[in-house]
């Protein structure tokens, strides 16, 4: 197995190489040189648990791993930092089924992945004989850098680095990573938005010349988000987990399709579940979810794709993105893997804001259906979810109920579907308690968090009751074109 840019330039490297990478030379993202077809095998995957599955899949595409390097890695990283044996629970409320991505060490779906990258990465390091120190450079609308930062802190000769929106993320986010204990780590809000600080991050990454005035300094960048391989590849295993789980409990028989509903703002995690439908996974549609910014809703059901309009801060800020990097990974296969059609669509939207795509790719999309949900319509299923069956949803998480709600107005046919839960509820109170016609005013973090565990007869997750007596440690602010200067400083060059 091997690793190309979705842009058509000659690299053709190992897993272990495209990790370190992060990004192609030309801009461009790694995806695999295939995917390996596992329909016949899930008969075999129905009984492994999270670790064996994670273990069976992954060894498929870093095959320049030792057998014993990713068992070590899995290991490390789905150990008691999850709050269940399971991992990735899948739970069947009234006719709705949610896997649970939340059970790790910072309450989100990004923990699944970053808590193994980093251990991936480390290794990666050693094979390719690598000398310099690794900055790993991210941006974040919430949940990726609270993720990364805890899966890289400390670890041996990586900096880690994450911009995040000083008005574009949760009090709790925001505190989460504020409090980031590590002697590798640093955090930086910005002023602007979410956007503002990718495209930011990724022009970086992009500047030769001054990615060569780091490597003279003994530095060399690499990046946490999905647009990294080692970071969306563990996104695959939990789709097939979570289908495997309703055949073993004989919700399903082995090769029902199922729907997916996916919150989705960069696109890693519904790509994540693309890949997964590649290598046999039966899936019959993947619902794209989007909140206002229903950039993705516009796609699927048009054709076109156009950034060109005002950015919402809504209540589900994870989503509040107008450039969902991972989508040219979609591009480049629904093109059938033509990457000059990748680069023409990509240079449109960097010169114009927009492209469209032609026939023949839309075509290819058949396997997604685009849905969004409205802030007062995410306020509204918060509560129906919880009066109905006592069960706490998040923002992201009823933005998927909605859209799936939505999905079932216009397909009559019943097919199990799984509502992927990306955060807990504790991660955004303030919104699920109001949600829930609970009176937040002149009520700090800590109150409304207390609250919203009284009136639910629910706990708070110990990372999240654990910021109360947490120090702020990190207090850096930046304009959004500043960020060389701010990593200039981190770095003492």
Avoid: W
């Avoid at 991936?120 to 990726?144: M, P, Q």
């Avoid at 309009?309 to 509040?320: A, F, N, Q």
């Amino acid at each position: 197995m091997h690793f190309i840019s979705t842009r058509g330039c000659n690299e053709k490297i190992k897993g272990s190489k495209a990790i370190v990478n992060g990004l192609c030379s030309d801009g461009g993202l790694y995806v695999p040189t295939e995917f390996p077809y596992i329909k016949n095998k899930l008969n075999k995957f129905v009984s492994l648990s999270y670790n064996e599955l994670c273990f069976e899949i992954l060894k498929l595409f870093l095959d320049d791993f030792t057998e014993e390097e990713l068992r070590s890695c899995i290991k490390k990283a789905y150990d008691n930092k999850f709050d269940t044996k399971i991992i990735a629970p899948t739970k069947k409320i009234n006719n709705h089924y949610f896997l649970e991505l939340y059970h790790g060490p910072t309450c989100a779906f990004k923990d699944m992945a970053l808590t193994l990258m980093p251990h991936l990465l480390e290794k990666s390091l050693k094979k390719n004989n690598i000398k310099e120190e690794v900055v790993i450079l991210t941006a974040t609308s919430g949940d990726t850098g609270k993720a990364a930062l805890e899966g890289f802190k400390n670890l041996n000769q990586i900096k880690i680095i994450v911009f995040f929106p000083e008005d574009g993320v949760s009090n709790i986010q925001k505190l989460q990573m504020r409090t980031q204990e590590g002697n590798n780590t640093y955090v930086v809000s910005i002023n602007g938005n979410f956007d503002d600080a990718q495209s930011a991050v990724k022009n970086i990454f992009n500047d030769d010349e001054f990615n060569k005035y780091l490597l003279e300094n003994n530095y060399r960048l690499s990046s946490a988000n999905s647009i990294n391989i080692g970071r969306l590849l563990p996104q695959i295993v939990y789709y097939f987990y979570s289908y495997l789980s309703l055949v073993r409990d004989k919700h399903i028989k082995l090769n029902d399709k199922t729907n997916f509903v996916v919150p989705t703002g960069n696109f890693g995690n519904i790509l994540a579940a693309y890949y997964a439908k590649l290598m046999g996974l039966p899936i019959n549609k993947l619902i794209c979810a989007s909140n206002e910014n229903n950039i993705l809703y516009d796609f699927f059901n048009t054709g076109k794709y156009d950034k060109n309009r005002i950015l919402h801060l809504t209540t589900s800020p994870s989503m509040d993105i107008l450039i969902s990097s991972n989508l040219e990974r979609l591009l480049f296969e629904i093109s059938n893997r033509d990457d000059k059609k990748v680069n023409l669509l990509i240079n449109s939207l960097n010169n114009k804001g927009f492209y469209e795509i032609d026939e023949n790719m839309k075509l290819n999309l058949n396997t997604f259906h685009g849905e969004y949900a409205t802030s007062a319509e995410v306020k509204e299923n918060i509560n129906k979810v919880f009066n109905e069956n006592n069960y706490l949803i998040d923002t992201h998480t009823s933005v998927a109920y909605t859209a799936y709600e939505k999905y079932k107005q216009v397909n009559l046919e019943y097919i199990s579907t799984i509502i992927v839960s990306t955060a807990s509820p504790y991660k955004f109170s303030k919104d699920v308690l109001s949600s829930l016609g609970g009176d937040i005013k002149n009520l700090n973090e800590f109150d409304i968090l207390e609250r919203l565990s009284s009136y639910t007869n629910t706990e708070i997750p110990l990372p999240i009751e654990n910021l109360k007596t947490a120090n702020i440690l990190h207090n850096r602010n930046c304009e959004k074109y500043e960020l060389k200067k701010e990593i200039k400083n981190i770095l003492k060059v």
